[in-house]
């Protein structure tokens, strides 16, 4: 089109729509699919209404629009994830969460490869934060990687893997389901130390594809039932499954408060025993709480345990 004054005009169909298009299209919604656009320097997207083009400084479309979504320019940054670490330290953990919630919510055909789809994703995340990185946990961020929960009324259900492919209970990776990290306030806790790092016995190149992460060491405590109150919450990963009476509990963070009251919150692992082995008592992941200091014995009923 021209007006009166001789300039061309350009005009087409209102048809720009990334997010429908492309990131809820069937192909996105499968497993290995996201680890190939996080990985890729740049991709072009044919869809039924247009050619779109990605790259990390943004989208390009047919109809010459650009777009720009903080959210996505970190799946389609060139140099994965450089570009979340020009972000404050709270983004940068957000990042890394965010990355994982979505990875839970994609299909597979076959369920085992959950723990192996991204596989390479996880080794350049390890490298770039400088860290050791396994089964969805990183060592630099091990307390709030730990508190996954499950997204959701759905129950999870465990991945049956075999025995040359053990994922341990306490990564995400060993159930099936959509997971979401428990909200623990930035600066507000102070972590824990009755948990040891399952990565503590790894040498070498850190970030490597060859970070087998193991047992995790940790004091579990007895609960003091019943768990009540305003602010308590208790997510089970498979809801119905376990009796309270015979959990115990092992402390991830505390909040940080000027005067220690019953009061104090905790941030906790809910885990069962499996069985007794040479004295050393085996327990496996059930689930995540958020309890008052009330809740939890700090003299009786504490042992030393691996959760496996």
Same mark, same amino acid.
């Given at each position: ?138 060592? #630099?961020?091990?307390?709030? %990687?730990?508190?996954?929960? +499950?997204? !959701?009324? &759905? ?6 893997? @075999? ?111 499996? #069985?007794?082995?040479?004295? %050393?008592?085996?327990?496996? +992941?059930? !689930?995540? &709480? ?6 939890? @014995? ?11």
């Amino acid at each position: 089109l021209q007006d009166l004054q001789g300039s061309t005009f350009y005009v087409c169909e209102a048809i720009d729509d990334f997010r429908s298009d492309v990131e809820l299209g069937d192909l996105n919604k499968r497993g290995w699919v996201f680890q190939e656009r996080a990985l890729s320097r740049r991709t072009i997207y044919f869809t039924k209404t247009q050619v779109y083009w990605e790259c990390g400084k943004g989208v390009q479309c047919e109809t010459l629009t650009k777009m720009f979504n903080l959210k996505s320019s970190f799946l389609a940054d060139p140099n994965f994830p450089q570009s979340a670490f020009s972000y404050y330290k709270g983004m940068r953990i957000r990042f890394f969460q965010n990355i994982y919630e979505q990875y839970s919510r994609l299909d597979f055909t076959i369920v085992t490869d959950r723990s192996a789809a991204l596989a390479g994703l996880e080794e350049r995340l390890a490298r770039t934060y400088e860290t050791h990185g396994s089964f969805g946990i990183l060592e #630099r961020f091990l307390h709030r %990687s730990l508190m996954w929960q +499950r997204a !959701g009324d &759905a129950p999870m259900t465990k991945v049956r893997y @075999s025995k040359d492919r053990n994922v341990p209970s306490w990564s995400w990776m060993a159930v099936e389901g959509p997971i979401q990290y428990m909200d623990i306030p930035f600066d507000g806790v102070n972590w824990s130390e009755d948990i040891r790092s399952p990565f503590k016995q790894l040498v070498g190149v850190i970030g490597s594809q060859y970070d087998i992460a193991g047992d995790i060491d940790a004091i579990a405590r007895d609960l003091v039932l019943p768990l009540q109150g305003a602010d308590v919450q208790v997510v089970f990963d498979q809801p119905g499954g376990t009796q309270p009476r015979v959990l115990k509990c092992v402390v991830v963070a505390k909040e940080k408060v000027d005067r220690v009251t019953d009061l104090q919150k905790y941030y906790v692992l809910l885990v069962r025993s499996i #069985r007794a082995s040479q004295g %050393s008592k085996e327990y496996e +992941r059930t !689930g995540v &709480a958020t309890v008052r200091r009330r809740h939890v @014995s700090l003299n009786e009923g504490v042992v030393n345990v691996r959760i496996v």
